[in-house]
């Protein structure tokens, strides 16, 4: 008889959807129907027993196709690219638990490698935004029950968080807002007029790279300063019409997207828009929240911090002293100046976002995807390790966009033989430690590398 489990959590965007209902079939190795997910997760489920996965490692033969080989010839070939290498990166974590992530940092250190993740390409600003200036920010939960006034910054949850509207912002009722959509007002500041904007109470269309500007006006509106009559597109009437309401609101949340990290000023941006969170919560309460993109991947940044007091771009070179330094230890720019000799892939895929240069640097290097599906990033690597999906086969724990830690859990097996991410990274840092002691036995130098490259 097919089992119903309840409260399984979404393996797709940050807001980490917890309450999805998955039926398996009654052997329990197919999922049958996913219930509350939105289309995008509920593809994630359905394709963990699609016909298409790559059930073994694959390595690049030198004719240029792939063969199969064991998972213990995998972490062999891995261990070694990363023994021989001066230099290794090892970027990605968008889609791993945090015991993946934490045992990643274990092969990093041990290796001497650059440790990084997504948010190197995405929300990195937003950190650096908030080592300067704090971050007033809530829970997702605090703001779908107390707040009045939602400002959607430069994001389009419409698209890229499906049900963030739906369970924390817009639509739900909360413990003070019981009529749910009626008793909020919905504010949407966005170059594009998004499907967002089409819910929103007001839409202001700020010209392009212009954020800022706006962000000061909003500023120089509320301390009671005159402004000129019009800022970033932007009339001066409009702009004084929502300065009022937020002032005026019980609890507000702004959330901002990658149209403030990715446009003119980034980290500038989100500077300033906490700043006038700050200013806000001189007449009343306001919260601030980045809009993450993938489900965990506000949990390098945690478990990092934790692990050695930075969020990402870590240099571990110096192995057991960690050194962080944005623009010079982050994935791209490594890549673009070619000082990276190795490179492994987890979790995400580079193939696809980064630019093309950095792709070609990094090509001329043993390249190892560690990814459950086929990618841009599998296609061109020299091995390919398939693992189970965390949310789906391998239980674990993520952090949602807001930094609250959720358990999530599998709801079928992996396909026969296939390991975690935490398990491959153990298995990787305990050849590590053996080609060390080989080493040590036999003298200072060390062996020729090994990594096998594909043929141009």
């Known amino acids: ?26 052997d329990g190795k197919k999922i049958l129907e996913v ?24 390595l690049r033969q030198p004719d240029g196709t792939y063969k199969d080989i064991s998972y213990d010839e995998a972490v062999d070939y891995a261990a070694k690219v990363l023994y021989n290498a001066k230099k290794p990166l090892i970027y990605g974590f968008g889609s791993t638990n945090c015991e993946g ?7 990093a250190e041990r290796a001497g490698a650059v440790l990084d993740n997504c948010a190197s390409i995405c929300h990195g600003s937003s950190f650096l935004a908030i080592f300067d200036n704090g971050y007033p920010s809530c829970t997702l939960g605090e703001t779908k029950n107390r707040a009045d006034v939602i400002v959607y910054w430069g994001a389009n949850p419409a698209h890229a968080h499906p049900r963030h509207m739906s369970r924390y912002s817009i639509f ?30 007001i839409y202001l269309q700020v010209k392009q790279g212009h954020d800022y500007d706006l962000f000061n006006a909003f500023r120089t509106a509320i301390r009671g300063h005159e402004i000129p009559a019009e800022v970033a597109g ?43 969170t700050r200013d806000l919560n001189d007449h009343t309460k306001w919260t601030i929240m980045a809009m993450r993109g993938h489900y965990n991947i ?18 571990l070179t110096k192995k057991d002293i960690a050194h962080m330094n944005p623009g010079e230890t982050s994935s791209v720019d490594l890549a673009m100046r070619d000082e990276v000799d190795a490179f492994i892939n987890i979790g995400t895929d580079a193939g696809a976002h980064f630019p093309i240069e950095a792709v070609k640097h990094l090509r001329k290097h043993p390249w190892i995807t560690i990814d459950p599906n086929i990618c841009m990033a599998s296609e061109i690597s020299d091995l390919h390790i398939p693992v189970g999906i965390v949310g789906v086969e391998v239980p674990g724990i993520v952090y949602r966009m807001d930094n609250v830690p959720i358990q999530y859990r599998k709801v079928i097996d992996p396909p026969e033989g296939v390991i975690s991410d935490e398990e491959l990274f153990e298995r990787i840092h305990k050849r590590l430690s053996e080609l060390d002691a080989e080493e040590a036995a036999k003298g200072p130098a060390k062996a020729a590398p090994a990594g096998v490259r594909a043929e141009e």
């Open 1 to 26: 008889m097919p089992k119903k489990i309840e409260n399984v959590g979404c393996p797709y965007c940050g807001v980490c959807c917890d309450d999805l209902v998955v039926t398996v079939s009654d």
């Open 35 to 58: 219930e509350n997910a939105c289309a995008i997760g509920n593809q994630i489920f359905h394709h963990a027993t699609g016909g298409e996965r790559v059930k073994l490692p694959r």
């Open 101 to 107: 992530m934490a045992a990643a940092a274990k092969v």
């Open 172 to 201: 739900p009722r909360g413990f003070f807002t019981g009529k749910g959509h009626k008793s909020r007002k919905i504010i949407v500041i966005d170059p594009r007029h998004t499907d967002t904007a089409q819910v929103a109470d």
């Open 234 to 276: 932007i009339k001066r009437e409009q702009i004084l019409e929502v300065a009022n309401i937020m002032k005026k609101a019980r609890f507000g949340t702004i959330f901002y997207g990658m149209g403030l990290c990715h446009s003119d000023g980034r980290n500038h941006n989100v500077d300033i828009a906490i700043s006038l």
């Open 298 to 315: 506000t949990g390098p940044g945690a478990v990092w911090s934790w692990q050695y007091g930075y969020p990402y771009c870590l240099d």
